[in-house]
């Protein structure tokens, strides 16, 4: 079992790792883990990750009272609180403001596209949760509906939190919500996305559970708009600019 200060350690560099990617600006985001004890050890508030020290995390119990540290925790900690409880398999939180992620949260898009073979494989589906204000029960009552089911969130008008069984793992959830933004705001230049089949995306979810030793949960997505995907179906979802989008382009058509 890794040891408090080695923990203390995970959380700087990937602190660290999260700032120098550009995922996080000035004094934005938060981190935690889940320690051996089952109390959490977290940024303080108000830090800049990129210059954040081992000796600076704060250790909370699971109700968020301090039990260690000079400064004060993280004020998003409630939201870290939540995921630790409704989530035993859960082990390190990531929040950040990765710029393609937060524009999606932004424009009240979810990256919820079977576009990836590797991001369904990876995630499943990334929702969008309505916006609540930070570092209060508004924001948590948002996230609570989602957590149980997804390991990525994208918080409306905030950013993104994902969760994993460790750091590593949160982080790297973080790097692929990131990354797929990205390549789908690609794809919208383009003019052009191309949707895995639902045949596809089961079998997705199957090697989802082979490739994450996730046997015996279910291998169907938990909401059939989430991963979206190509073929049959008697629901389109359509955002309101997409909505508007299109019918500027048949209005030109049929000029
Ligand atoms: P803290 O500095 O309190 O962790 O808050 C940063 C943040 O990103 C709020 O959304």
Redesign the pocket.
């Known amino acids: 079992m890794a040891s408090e200060d080695k923990l203390s350690h995970e959380i700087e560099k990937f602190c660290h790792l999260t700032y120098g990617r550009g995922y996080l600006a000035s004094?934005?985001?938060?981190l935690s883990v889940r320690l051996p004890d089952g109390n959490i050890m977290c940024?303080p508030?108000?830090?800049n990750k990129g210059l954040v020290r081992a000796g600076e995390m704060v250790v909370i119990d699971a109700r968020g009272g301090k039990i260690r540290g000079e400064r004060k925790a993280?004020?998003?900690i409630a939201m870290h609180l939540l995921i630790y409880e409704m989530r035993p398999d859960i082990h390190a939180v990531v929040?950040a403001h990765p710029p393609c992620g937060t524009a999606y949260a932004a424009a009240g898009i979810p990256l919820n596209k079977a576009l990836i073979s590797e991001v369904v494989l990876a995630l499943g589906c990334i929702p969008l949760t309505q916006y609540g204000t930070?570092g209060t029960p508004e924001l948590t009552d948002q996230l609570r509906p989602f957590i149980k089911n997804y390991d990525a969130l994208l918080m409306a008008n905030?950013g993104v939190v994902t969760y994993g069984a460790d750091i590593e793992d949160a982080f790297n959830r973080m790097d692929t919500v990131e990354h797929f933004a990205k390549i789908s705001i690609y794809t919208k230049i383009l003019g052009r996305e191309r949707l895995l089949s639902p045949e596809d995306v089961g079998k997705l979810f199957v090697q989802r559970q082979k490739y994450y030793g996730l046997e015996g949960s279910d291998a169907k997505p938990k909401d059939p708009m989430c991963p979206l995907t190509d073929g049959p179906s008697e629901t389109i979802s359509l955002t309101r600019s997409e909505l508007i989008d299109l019918i500027e382009r048949v209005v030109v058509n049929l000029k």
């Open positions: 004094t934005d985001g938060n940024t508030t108000r830090c993280s004020s998003e929040h930070p905030h």
